[in-house]
Structure formats: C-alpha cells, structure tokens
C-alpha cells in the first residue's frame, strides 16, 4: 500500500468516526493524534481539512447524483469514501481524476457492502463528466 493511499485510510477512519459520533472533523483529527500510534500524515490532514472546507458542497453533488439516495441512507463508510473521493475529483489538481475514482473504488471494495464498489464508481464517474460545470 503506498504512502497516498495509507493517508487516504486514515482520512477515512477520522471521517467515518466523526460521522459516527456527529463531532468535528478536526476534533476527532486532533483526538486521534494524541491517542493513537497510527501515524495521521500531512496528506490525510489535508484530506480532512478539505473536506471540512467543502463539505456543504460535496454533500449537495452527491445527493444530486446519487439517484434516489439522501446521504443518510448511504452506509458510512460509503459516505466517508464519497467524501475524500469527490474532493480529490473536484478540489485536489494534483490527483487525476482516474486515480482519485480508482482509489475511492479501492477504499469501497475493501471496507463497504460488496455493491458499494460500483455505486461509487458510477457516482464519482457521473461527477468527472459534469465536473467543469460543477465548479464553474
């Protein structure tokens, strides 16, 4: 597992605990440092503080796409994979688009419900092709 993709886990357990316990994404991110021997990488705290940024904004664009899912009804940690997912697509110049739908894939197949892989990819695929509108 490279380096990004350890960041991106981590991102994912800090959002997926936050999420669990309606706290601060920077709160559980500050706790987690202090209290955990899992390193928490630069590019995870960026992750997290980039979705913190633009979460309104993430939530809105999957809700749009996700066919007939509010976010509520999605699993957690589809919800968290979704979020770290839309914002490398849409926020973060220095991942390809492929990469970041790639390793969002990757999170979903290993950690979610077996038709999560493919809800995600479809989701953030849909979200590649309308990007330019998106942040116009």
């Known amino acids: 597992m490279n ?4 960041a991106r886990l981590r991102a994912l357990e800090v959002l997926f605990e936050a999420d669990q316990r309606n706290e601060d994404y920077i709160e559980v991110l500050r706790r987690r440092r202090l209290y955990t021997v899992a390193q928490i990488s630069a590019y ?12 309104e904004e993430i939530r809105e664009f999957v809700e749009t796409y996700a066919r007939d899912w509010s976010f ?3 699993p957690a ?5 979704l979020r770290i997912g839309t914002w490398e697509l849409l926020y973060n110049d220095e991942v390809p688009d ?6 969002a894939v990757g999170l979903a197949r290993v950690l979610s419900t077996n038709e999560s892989p493919k809800f995600v990819n479809g989701l953030l695929d849909k979200l590649r ?4 509108t998106l942040l116009a």
Do not use: F
Not at 3 to 6: D, E, F
Not at 98 to 103: F, L, P, Q, R, W
């Open 72 to 74: 509520e009804r999605m």
């Open 98 to 103: 492929a990469v970041a739908i790639s390793e």
């Open 129 to 132: 092709q309308v990007k330019p």
């Open 44 to 55: 995870s705290e960026e992750i997290i503080r980039g979705v913190r940024d633009h979460d």
């Open 3 to 6: 380096s990004r993709t350890k």
């Open 77 to 81: 940690v589809d919800r968290a994979v």
